[in-house]
């Protein structure tokens, strides 16, 4: 069914609200990076989300009766999707610019708008085709197979994107029986399941090989955070709270290849990050295939415009 104008409206505020939260946990997290194991970041930003969630959102969305749910095996593999699209996106921020893996990561919404068609059953006409290969093609200039500067970190994002893509064509599945606060409760509990099973088996560093900065944050020792460094966990949290609640209200709401685009609204934050925080800024090459899959991306918001206001 296509969705009412005011849940039209709802959609896209919570699906950019969400994108923006997004991307201040992400520049959190690649602040982190350089001292702190990926999986204890991970559990400390879940567990501050899980209390949001549990303190103040779903007492606000319903009460406790929301944590109820007669889909456990769907939120498990939405679970396992949401999971292996973070951990391999926080693993490429290890190594990368913000901006750039943020771009490349940026084909989700084009693959969300693929596998709407193979898996939901949405109509998506030439011209989003076209749309989404320009956007793919983007991704490749971004990642620069062939070339002297390509690196298998930047290959990351992409796994992660089609993860991403997973996860929403899940939300699709689950969002007219469950609630976004309840899809957003049981994501937190896979990560902090995740994160603990994750930190048992390798948190005492015993398998850092060193000298390597992406495998170091996978598997580098658990270390008590730093005062200083506690307000970049709180983002975090909060940044993986609000931004799972208003994603996944965002994808109930509406149709898949109508959300997806306007998740490009972290891309410029991204950017923004990027410069003021860590002095990062994209070369000519990178704002080629930014521009490419930017501009993949609004195209595809316009033409969903167009027949949504007739």
Same mark, same amino acid.
């Given at each position: ?12 505020l919570?699906a ?8 201040l $946990?992400d520049?959190? @997290?690649? #602040?982190?990076?350089?001292?702190y /194991?990926?999986?204890e =970041?991970?559990?400390? !930003?879940? %567990? @501050?989300?899980?209390? =949001?969630l549990?303190? &103040?959102?779903?007492?606000l969305?319903g $009460? ?5 749910? !007669?889909q /456990?095996g769907k ?9 292996a ?7 490429a921020?290890?190594a ?7 771009? @490349? #990561?940026?084909?989700s ?7 709407? @068609?193979?898996?939901l $059953?949405e109509?998506?006409?030439p !011209?989003?085709?076209?749309? =989404?290969?320009? +956007? ?6 971004? %990642?620069r197979?062939?070339? *002297?500067?390509?690196?298998?970190? &930047?290959?990351l994002?992409?796994v ?6 997973g ?16 899809? &957003?409760?049981?994501?937190q ?11 048992l088996?390798v948190?005492? +560093?015993? #398998? *850092? ?13 658990? %270390?008590?955070?730093?005062?200083? *460094?506690?307000p970049? #966990?709180a ?16 994808? !109930? ?12 609204? &972290? ?5 923004f990050?990027?410069l ?6 994209? *070369?000519?090459?990178s704002?080629?295939?930014i ?12 033409r ?7």
């Amino acid at each position: 069914m296509r969705a009412s104008p005011s849940a039209v409206t709802l959609g896209t505020l919570s699906a950019v609200g969400g994108s923006l939260a997004f991307s201040l $946990g992400d520049m959190s @997290i690649k #602040f982190l990076s350089g001292g702190y /194991p990926l999986h204890e =970041i991970v559990l400390i !930003r879940s %567990v @501050i989300g899980l209390a =949001i969630l549990l303190g &103040a959102v779903i007492p606000l969305a319903g $009460g406790y009766g929301l944590l109820r749910t !007669r889909q /456990p095996g769907k939120h498990l593999l939405r679970g396992a999707f949401v999971v292996a699209a973070n951990m391999t996106f926080f693993l490429a921020l290890s190594a990368m610019p913000l901006a750039n893996a943020t771009a @490349i #990561f940026y084909v989700s919404p084009l693959m969300i708008a693929l596998f709407s @068609i193979l898996f939901l $059953g949405e109509h998506v006409g030439p !011209r989003r085709w076209a749309a =989404i290969a320009v +956007g793919l093609l983007g991704a490749m200039v971004m %990642v620069r197979p062939g070339s *002297d500067t390509f690196s298998t970190i &930047a290959l990351l994002p992409l796994v992660s994107a089609a993860c991403y893509a997973g996860l929403n064509t899940m939300t699709r599945k689950l969002g007219p029986g469950e609630s976004a606060a309840t899809m &957003a409760f049981y994501i937190q509990l896979t990560f902090i399941a995740f994160s603990v099973v994750f930190g048992l088996a390798v948190g005492n +560093g015993r #398998f *850092d090989p060193g000298g390597d900065s992406t495998l170091s944050f996978l598997l580098r020792e658990w %270390v008590w955070p730093a005062p200083a *460094d506690l307000p970049f #966990f709180a983002l975090a949290g909060f940044g993986t709270a609000l931004g799972g609640l208003m994603i996944s209200q965002a994808y !109930r709401l509406c149709e898949a290849a109508l959300v997806a685009p306007l998740e490009y609204a &972290a891309l410029p934050m991204a950017i923004f990050w990027g410069l003021t925080v860590f002095g990062d800024w994209p *070369d000519a090459v990178s704002w080629i295939g930014i521009a490419l899959i930017l501009g993949a991306g609004i195209y595809m918001v316009l033409r969903e415009a167009r027949p949504a206001a007739r």
